[in-house]
């Protein structure tokens, strides 16, 4: 096999070879799995050099058995679909309940657990695809989808396309955990975060939306001008205490299907800022709650608790479940096509 189409990572337990892709375009250069279609590295200018600005693994085994989604693509349907289970067209589909009493993210054997294909690979720009059978973890239809990774100068995007022989529920998001001051630095409590988003789904203590949309302002919530992540994140807000920090759905401004600001991230250590853009209806926000303290991850660095954060672009969780928000229902012979661009710069003193 070509190297632009990578090399051995590892064998899954099931005996299937897993690859990792590298692109490179001389300002940006990230490495890419098979397994999961995840982002394992990406390495962005710092202002002493080079970052590795995600967190990741550096043995296959840990993506197949550790927790946590690191880098990868989720899917069928990102985040929680509330008891496992939604009507579509008048039938009642039953998925997993791998989240307590709920679904999440697309199941046992998620998207982000199985080995994709290669279809395309230059060197600064990859084409991952994977067949989803009629049924897999008892969602409808099968479903033909690719993602593309590209790096475009100081930007490195994702693109999501789908489709399905019936109509079926469909939300993909890439599950990276940022640490803009490097993977292994320890928490990103002192880093600084803006989101364009003046509303978002308030949920219950299980992460379900409640089913309306909050305004954010007068809240913890209200993220709209740029400060560090901790500032308020120990306040006795209800969704705070529920959530053990940051794991809400906020509401991107502005119309969906349109590519729009929705976050930006800024390292005072690293000097490095990350901007977001994103055609997606929704963001989640995820300060790493769950990530235990010292789990090994690469080059033997230690992570832990809020070591790093997710923005995780999407439709709303339990969409499937809730008519007041933008529909997630991908119908036959239409295709799902959702961009989202992360670019890096330099903020110098």
């Known amino acids: 096999m070509s190297e632009a189409f990578g090399k051995t990572f590892g064998v899954t337990k099931n005996g299937e070879e897993v690859r990792e892709v590298t692109l490179d375009n001389g300002v940006l250069s990230c490495g890419i799995l098979t397994f999961g279609a995840a982002l394992r590295t990406l390495l962005v200018p710092g202002k002493t050099g080079p970052v590795d600005v995600v967190l990741g693994y550096d043995s296959l085994e840990q993506y197949e058995t550790e927790g946590g989604f690191f880098g990868a693509t989720v899917g069928r349907f990102a985040n929680r679909i509330a008891g496992g289970r939604f009507t579509l067209n008048g039938q009642e589909y039953v998925l997993a309940r791998n989240d307590g009493p709920n679904h999440l993210h697309g199941g046992e054997v998620g998207w982000s657990h199985r080995v994709w294909t290669i279809e395309e690979a230059d060197g600064v720009r990859a084409v991952f695809t994977l067949d989803s059978s ?8 099968r479903m033909q989808v690719r993602v593309t990774y590209a790096l475009e100068g100081d930007a490195l995007s994702i693109r999501y396309e789908a489709s399905s022989d019936r109509d079926t529920p469909c939300s993909l998001t890439n599950h990276s955990y940022f640490n803009l001051s490097g993977q292994g630095s320890g928490p990103v409590l002192d880093q600084e975060l803006k989101l364009w988003a003046s509303s978002y789904t308030p949920a219950d203590s299980t992460s379900i939306p409640l089913g309306w949309i909050d305004p954010v302002e007068g809240t913890p919530m209200d993220l709209r001008t740029s400060g560090p992540i901790g500032a308020r994140i120990e306040e006795p807000f209800q969704q705070l205490v529920w959530g053990h920090g940051y794991d809400h759905n906020f509401v991107v401004d502005g119309r969906p299907g349109t590519l729009r600001p929705a976050a930006r ?20 926000f995820y300060t790493a709650n769950f990530v235990e303290e010292g789990r090994r991850g690469k080059g033997g660095a230690a992570y832990g608790f809020r070591h790093g954060f997710c923005l995780e672009t999407q439709y709303f969780p339990d969409t499937p479940n809730q008519p007041a928000f933008p529909s997630a229902t991908l119908r036959v012979g239409e295709k799902y096509d959702h961009l989202t661009r992360f670019r890096f710069s330099l903020e110098r003193p």
């Open 134 to 141: 009629d049924g897999e973890e008892g969602y409808p239809g």
């Open 265 to 284: 991230a800024f390292s005072r250590t690293s000097g490095i800022v990350m901007e977001v853009e994103t055609t997606s209806p929704g963001l989640q």
